[in-house]
């Protein structure tokens, strides 16, 4: 709970003015839309340069490998760490050890590192990935604190779209500074990092530090986030979804594979690829900022999951870059669905002082479905070819759409999202 309440808005229309008026929802969102757009044009530099020199999709793959291991080992401890400590300061200095990584890529290119050795830039990846385990339980736990119960689902909404805003943006911006360089892009990112650790050390708002519950040991107190997620099927259900669709789905990894020897398009290009997802999840989170999803909010998450596992498909075997893009915009306009449910309903479910750790488990499970859904995309398309590997994986997400629906019905029958409580 925050230290300084957000407006009472029981007897007013929650509209985007309303929610841009409360100055710290304004550094949130600032801080997190300079943060994304670093990190996604990191994305395109790193994928690009570490494939310009190896040739290799397994090189690919370990550059999601290395960011998750470090994440999947500390997103626990950093949950409880963003239940006791003022998470404002954990996002400032999380951010400022992004731009020591980002400055080591930044050194190893500029000393040619690279030329005898790889695995100095996945140490710097690893470093990366240690940052960003503390910075996501941290700053997904913020909106709750900003904003007011009413306000919630579409505080999440604006703050989704300043996300996607920077993940569409981010990518092209990012092969366009490819065009001066890996220093280029490495030096903008730097210096975003940078601002947003000042915006976030900025806000004002504190949330109560829960003292610490004297019957619980160090690891029963940073492992309660899962044994509430255990108790609650539908956060459980939502977030293992999102899981296994997008581990299997994903072809985010192989992007670099496809703008250069399928579709042969560059950087620019590949840039522009990377940002199709994020384009057609902002068309979708404007449309759910003006019309929030009322009815029937399992449904849609189970068939706009199906609705991806088919563009996924059609990604694949594509071979013309239109084609290409425009599956990729409905990707991202799927999913954008199943990220808006699952973000609504997990506050909404989870006790104040539980968030934080509740949070991390969420990011672990998401760490899992990007970072190594990147490791499985290369290894897979080692041994089967990069088409047939985002094929069968395309295949595999709409069969799990068919068993989680028959694994969690309460999930599925999910109607009213404001209707869900804590126990």
């Not at 003022?86 to 200095?93: F, G």
Request: aromatic content about 10%.
């Amino acid at each position: 709970m925050a230290t300084a309440a957000s407006p009472d808005d029981s007897s007013s229309e929650v509209t985007l003015r309303s929610l841009l008026a409360l100055r710290d929802f304004r550094f949130f969102l600032s801080g997190r839309f300079l943060g994304t757009l670093a990190s996604q044009i990191l994305s395109v530099a790193v994928g690009w340069q570490i494939y310009e020199i190896t040739k290799s999709p397994m090189a690919l793959g370990f550059v999601g490998l290395a960011q998750f291991l470090p994440m999947f080992l500390l997103l626990l401890p950093a949950g409880d760490v963003a239940d006791r400590v003022d998470r404002r300061l954990i996002a400032s200095a999380s951010y400022l050890l992004q731009a020591a990584a980002v400055a080591m890529l930044a050194a190893f290119t500029w000393a040619g590192v690279a030329e005898h050795a790889i695995w100095p830039f996945y140490l710097a990846l690893v470093i990366l990935g240690c940052a960003r385990a503390f910075s996501g339980p941290a700053t997904r736990a913020f909106v709750p604190l900003l904003v007011s119960t009413r306000q919630l689902p579409r505080g999440i909404a604006i703050s989704s779209s300043s996300f996607l805003t920077a993940t569409i943006v981010g990518p092209a911006l990012g092969g366009f500074i490819y065009i001066g360089g890996p220093l280029a892009a490495y030096g903008t990112c730097f210096v975003f990092f940078l601002i947003c650790a000042v915006a976030f050390f900025a806000i004002r708002t504190r949330h109560k530090q829960e003292p610490a519950d004297p019957t619980l040991t160090t690891f029963g107190r940073v492992t309660a986030g899962v044994r509430f997620i255990r108790r609650k099927p539908i956060v459980l259900g939502a977030i293992s979804l999102d899981l296994f669709a997008v581990l299997l789905g994903g072809a985010a990894a192989l992007m670099p594979i496809f703008a250069a020897d399928i579709l042969h398009v560059g950087p620019q290009g590949l840039g522009i690829l990377r940002s199709a997802p994020a384009l057609g999840a902002v068309l979708i989170n404007f449309m759910l900022i003006a019309l929030p999803l009322h009815r029937h909010a399992g449904y849609a998450m189970f068939a706009c999951v199906a609705i991806f596992g088919l563009a996924t498909i059609t990604f694949g075997l594509s071979e013309n870059f239109a084609l290409s893009f425009v599956a990729l915009l409905i990707m991202g306009g799927s999913d954008m669905i199943s990220v808006y449910v699952r973000s609504t309903l997990i506050p909404l479910a989870t006790p104040p002082e539980m968030l934080g750790r509740v949070s991390a488990v969420d990011m672990v499970f998401i760490t899992a479905s990007n970072e190594l859904g990147e490791f499985e995309s290369g290894v897979m398309a080692g041994w089967l070819g990069t088409v047939p590997s985002v094929v069968v994986g395309g295949l595999g997400t709409i069969g799990v759409v068919a068993i989680w629906m028959w694994l969690f019905p309460d999930l599925r029958k999910v109607d009213r999202l404001l209707d869900v409580k804590p126990d």
